[in-house]
């Protein structure tokens, strides 16, 4: 089954160059089906690169799924266009009386700031806060992941020395899990942190379950069956040159930065790298919106409810 995006969004264009499977708003209309309803807040710059790597990854499963992107409704972004956030985009105040069956959050670009110097952090809490009522199941990526187990565990993040940057390996410590249902024993996923969240920081609770994590570069996928949070600190969706556009503009602008681990060809920049991920990443998103498929309540407003009986 395909995936509904806005008729005139750019990253529609590109999905169904790659041959996703992409869904009119007229011929959804005519469907009898209820579709799963899927929130996106981007937090990224760059909303429209982060759109289709996510949007790529969603449209790749059997199920018809509905996309909704939202941004923050207590700061505006300035690295993209007014009309793209107008044509495209709600806050969470115009849909927060509706039910969805998965939020995903983005990461952003503010790790190393304090998560109460972040302009939206009181937004973020009461968005988190709502996904308890409204929101089945919520997949938190990077940053994102670290703001709702902050909110949601009280676990701290730390300041790395220097930032871990890379593809590195990673094992697999619960292969029961319908998460990495399809998995191989390691995999690899790209890096791009500032911080890192511990594993001695984590609560002593049976029902946060680590699923994977690298002896390099640490915790990778958490599974918080009490809050229904994912949380995963790197970048399954990643494209293949993501990471070296982000060395390349750090080079522009005169920073320092190492070149990404494992990640070069040679660990040559001259070469072009290979997407190593990709399969991983499929099966991750496959994995996760065939879990919301399979334990979502049919009625819409049913979402909250029946959790929190």
């Not at 409704?73 to 849909?95: C, E, K, Q």
């Not at 890192?196 to 918080?224: F, H, I, Y």
Request: aromatic share 10%.
């Amino acid at each position: 089954m395909p995936i509904k995006v806005p008729d005139e969004l750019p990253a529609r264009r590109l999905l169904e160059q790659e041959g996703v499977d992409v869904l009119g708003e007229r011929d959804a209309i005519r469907q009898d089906i209820r579709p799963l309803r899927i929130a996106i807040l981007n937090l990224m710059p760059r909303k429209e690169n982060t759109e289709m790597q996510l949007t790529r990854l969603i449209g790749a499963t059997p199920l018809q799924v509905e996309v909704t992107l939202l941004t923050t409704g207590s700061y505006a972004p300035t690295n993209v266009s007014r009309r793209h956030l107008l044509d495209f985009y709600r806050t969470w105040d115009d849909i927060k009386d509706q039910k969805f069956d998965g939020l995903m959050i983005t990461g952003a670009p503010i790790e190393t700031l304090e998560f109460e110097e972040v302009i939206y952090w009181e937004e973020m809490k009461k968005i988190l806060d709502w996904t308890q009522t409204n929101v089945h199941s919520t997949f938190n990526i990077c940053w994102g992941a670290q703001a709702a187990l902050k909110h949601f565990r009280d676990v701290p993040k730390h300041e790395l020395p220097n930032k871990m940057f890379g593809v590195f390996d990673h094992d697999v410590l619960l292969p029961e899990s319908p998460l990495l249902r399809g998995f191989t024993n390691r995999f690899a996923v790209p890096v791009s942190r500032h911080t890192e969240t511990r594993r001695m920081d984590l609560p002593d609770d049976p029902m946060l379950k680590v699923l994977a994590e690298s002896p390099e570069s640490g915790l990778c996928l958490l599974q918080d069956d009490r809050f229904r949070q994912v949380y995963i600190f790197n970048h399954f969706e990643y494209d293949a040159h993501t990471l070296a556009d982000e060395y390349n503009r750090d080079i522009g602008e005169g920073r320092t930065i190492q070149v990404p681990k494992n990640y070069f060809p040679s660990n040559d920049p001259q070469f072009p790298p290979d997407n190593r991920w990709r399969t991983h990443a499929h099966l991750l998103f496959g994995n996760w919106i065939n879990a919301v498929y399979q334990t979502a309540p049919y009625e819409a407003r049913d979402i909250g409810r029946l959790a929190a009986e």
